[in-house]
């Protein structure tokens, strides 16, 4: 078959759709207008490293990873124990881990509200309880639960996968070399399961460090974050020029947290959640 | 060992599912307070149907998904048969293109169309928040397509032509059938997509066009109503019964199981 045209609309659609729009970023990023006509600047970025902003994107940072770290010490026996020999219907259960992601975000973001709420259930049960109420919603505690509760997933099927294709026999000859279980996991089966870390660590900080949902409800309007700032420069401020800058920021933020991730991954055997 | 994984299990699923199932349990109590439970009642859902606001971003979210799936099928499929027959460069090229948009953060995909919609002065509307759909799911689409057609047998097609065909006619009667499969995937993924999409919608939506999940955003924002539970609830069971259908779809389509290992 030699039709390669087929393909033509598709490019040139997909060159109109996501090559020239990230080209514009990056001319507003660099742009400013003074009396009418667009500058040539930094100025946006340098407005970046304002302690203000920089705040905000450390905090970004430190959330992200603090969920991504929660996610990997919750997730990865998660794992363990599905990829184990004695699990019977694991499909079932693989399934019942896909189902809730499969909700919308909003949705699952706004249930936790319902939750956490001052007046919400579990503050209800607490007091049925007798015990003191406690404050939940609009927290750092909140965000970070949410970002757990969101992207769990992200974190478990990668490294469900890649602990399904061990080879058994390795594990076997470890024990008859006399290695006890905790000496087999340390040096046969997590080394065999750093691909699937890789992209579960990957596939869970992305999302987080750019959310801007998760920290708008569960942390109320006044929380910012990378993706908060992003929203209020388009969506409020209209300084988009400074928008684009933060948006390429983020971008350049991810393509580091890739390469330093995809370094862990020598052999590119990423078990990929898909 | 065995009881304490189960447990672990338990607890784990328990966390993923409790939030939900408040939320389906809330919508159907009488009492607004979400600590208490008033009794069971259907009010929300009846007024969810009076809401005019909620009816018509369920119409444009219906509208915008079936449109954004039909184009980006029938794109994305033409596409990954052109992208199949390509010399590698070019190949490699392509594909990173079909990458792009799925790897980049959506945040940014959103405001990146939103300048491109208000440089080339289009109203942000209708017209933007299909075409943002669309772009969003031909990637999707080409990427079911592909690994179907990488399996059909080539000379099928040459044999068609050798026995008369069109080139046309042979590809609706040889090539399609075999990879249809693929292009169902991927419109069921593409329709389940647009369906659930809120971040590229909300920059690249304009006054009086809203999608379903635009106006729960806008009334989660004002704080929790049961209405908003109610509407959860249904799509919730939408979006559960279309992805059960397009598992099941590549679950038959065969994938079997992988030695198991002993931890």
Redesign the interface.
Known sequence: ???????????L??????????L??LY?SFTKTVDGTPVLTMDNFIRVLEPTYLKVLWRSVVLALVSTVVCFI?GY??A????????SN??I?V???V??M???????T??????L?R???I??VL?ALGLPQVHLLYTDFAVILGMV?NF??FMVLPIYSV????D?SL?EAAEDLGSDRITV?RKV?FPLSIPGVVSGVTMVF??AV?T??IS??LGG?QYMLI?NL??DQ??RVYD?NF??AV?II??LL?LLSMGIMTKYDKEGAGGGLF | MKVLKKIYLIIIFVFLYAPVLTLIVFSFNDSKSRGHWGGFTMKWYGQLFKDRQVMSSLYYTIIIALLSAIVATVTGTAAAVGIHSMKKVLKSFVMNLTYLPVVSPDIVTGISLMILFVFIRLDLGFTTLLLAHITFNIPYVVLSVLPKLKQLNKHMYEAALDLGAKPLYAFFRVILPEIMPGVVTGFLLAFTLSLDDFIISFFTTGSGVSTLSITIYSMARLGISPKINALSTLMFIVVLVLLLIVNKRSATNGRNEAPLINI
């Open positions: 078959m030699k039709k390669t045209w087929v393909s033509y609309p598709y490019i659609w997909m060159i109109i759709f996501t090559i020239v729009p990230l514009l970023v507003y919750v026996p998660v363990m124990i599905l990829a184990g020999k004695d699990m694991k499909s259960l399934l019942l881990l189902v809730p499969w909700m919308n975000f909003l949705l699952r706004y249930a936790w509200m319902t939750l709420d007046k919400g259930v503050n209800s007091g509760y769990l997933p602990l399904r294709k061990i058994r594990i996991f089966i992305m999302p750019t801007f949902i708008k409800l309007s993706g992003i929203e388009f969506m988009w928008g684009s948006s983020m971008m991810i």
